[in-house]
């Protein structure tokens, strides 16, 4: 019923949408960049910007885009991405697609970012003429080392030299989401390529081998998915915990799994849990999970997190100021994907509001990302570093000198004591002074509505509340 309506204004109509459920950063970020190119056959296809872009959308704004299409262009609309990659040079339409990939496809009315049609298909395919499904920008180069992940890449260079042959078969790797475990995966898969070619090597995430096999039971065909994951030299399987409640998913896997293991072949297998907390798993398939390595991947720790986001400043070309590097590495802690999540999101941010990436940005940012902790401060170190913002001496503020800049800054601290820590009006009083409740509550309205309504005076709070967070 849109077809007499071009994709711009479909995709307006839907931006009216969005704009109305996601916060403003975040629809600044993340949906305005996007471009309407075609909508042919109740098909809507939009470029991103690249491929964590595409990504991120999925994980986070699948919903509220399913919601929006379902509502704007109707119930049978699948959303189609072409996204941008640098370095490739397969274009079509002005956007950059994969060589031999159709446009990232996901129907409007699931959730699964797989296409199936996209996926090596394992009924009849010859020999050798296998799409092992590994992507080389994630490789051991780019893995950066730590304390959380150094056992993990140890035991996957070891393997990646000696497929099958090791004692970590299989290896069992879990840790939460966005730790690495796809990115070790993939560096594994490269590296055994790359030292045994004759090798077939395939990448295949859970949900995808469940869709393959869903599909080879109504053609039939089960025999010969068997026959193609069990001619498999390094199989690696990711996310195996979505085969929790799969009774025969986890039957014909099992049933691979003692095969390739009979035969030598490796077997890498992820998982959000450790192989004990899998309940809803057959306990036989679980026993074999654990005949290797198991090893965990732990939240990066911020040796890493420093690392991380510094090879991603400099590959991007952003100049970025050490206060703002130390706030992000400090508080964007929980995975690698919010870190790159935060700078999509930063230089979006800095480019539409044409601003700097101070600090001021960036907590801004990262407060629409992430929950930010609030630092265990105390009423004596706020009023100090209040007083080291104006160079004055600490003693004046509990005075009662009703000299404007005291008065300022005594007010100031009453605002961001109660703020940023749990003290009551009372005891804030009783600590800056010696004040009564009123006079801390006095104080706190003032110093709101100057934020709100004076420009140069918020930008002073900003700029203590960074001396105050750093």
């Known amino acids: 019923m849109y077809m007499h309506r071009d994709s711009k204004q479909l995709w307006n109509d839907c931006l009216t949408v969005i704009k109305d459920i996601v916060p403003p950063a975040a629809f600044e970020a993340w949906f305005k960049p996007i471009i309407p190119l075609s909508y042919e056959e109740h098909k809507f296809t939009i470029q991103v910007p690249s491929q964590f872009f595409y990504e991120y959308l999925e994980e986070k704004y699948v919903n509220v885009l399913k919601m929006t299409l379902n509502r704007v262009f109707g119930e049978k609309t699948t959303l189609k991405y072409r ?7 397969n274009v ?5 697609t994969y060589p031999g990939e159709e446009p990232k496809s996901v129907p409007s009315h699931t959730p699964n970012r797989v296409d199936p049609k996209k996926a090596p298909n394992p009924i009849g395919i010859a020999s050798q003429d296998i799409d092992s499904q590994l992507d080389p920008r994630y490789n051991f180069d780019n893995f950066f080392e730590s304390e959380s992940n150094k056992l993990v890449r140890a035991v996957s260079e070891n393997i990646a030299k000696n497929p099958g042959k090791t004692a970590f078969n ?3 790797i879990y840790g939460p989401s966005g730790v690495g475990k796809t990115h070790i995966c993939h560096a594994v898969g490269v590296k055994v390529r790359e030292l045994h070619p004759e090798k077939r090597v395939l990448y295949v995430s859970a949900n995808l081998f469940r869709l393959q096999y869903t599909d080879a039971v109504r053609k039939n065909v089960t025999n010969d998915f068997l026959s193609f994951y069990q001619s498999i030299d390094v199989l690696i399987l990711d996310d195996i915990h979505e085969f929790i ?14 095969n390739l293991h009979h035969l030598r072949k490796q077997l890498v297998l992820t998982c959000d849990r450790a192989p004990v907390d899998l309940q809803g798993m057959e306990e036989r398939l679980i026993s074999r999970l654990k005949w290797g390595m198991t090893a965990q991947i732990e939240r990066p720790d911020l040796e890493l997190r420093k690392k991380i986001l510094r090879n991603k400043i400099d590959h991007e070309g952003l100049e970025i100021s050490e206060d703002v590097f130390e706030f992000i590495s400090e508080n964007v802690s929980r995975n690698v994907r919010d870190l790159e999540g935060i700078l999509v999101s930063l230089t979006a941010n800095s480019l539409i509001k044409n601003k700097e990436i101070d600090l001021a940005l960036t907590r801004q ?3 629409q990302t992430v929950r930010l902790e609030k ?3 105390t009423i004596r170190y706020i009023q100090e570093i209040v007083c080291r913002y104006f160079n004055m001496d600490e003693a004046l503020i509990l005075t009662k000198s009703r000299k404007h800049e005291i008065v300022q800054a005594r007010q100031i601290t009453m605002f961001l004591a109660k703020k940023y820590t749990e003290s009551s009006f009372a005891h804030i009083g009783k600590v800056v002074g ?3 409740h009123a006079t801390v509550l006095h104080a706190c309205k003032t110093i709101k509505d100057q934020i709100e309504i004076n420009k140069t005076f918020r930008s002073t709070m900003e700029a203590i509340e960074g001396c105050l967070l750093k």
Do not use: R
């Open 434 to 436: 010696g004040k009564d």
């Open 375 to 377: 630092k265990q401060l």
């Open 245 to 258: 409640g799969l009774t025969k998913t986890q039957e014909i896997f099992f049933q691979i799994f003692n």
């Open 83 to 89: 996204v941008m990659v640098s370095g490739q040079t």
């Open 92 to 96: 079509h339409n002005g956007s950059i």
């Open 365 to 367: 940012v990262i407060s």
């Open 170 to 172: 299989p290896l069992f």
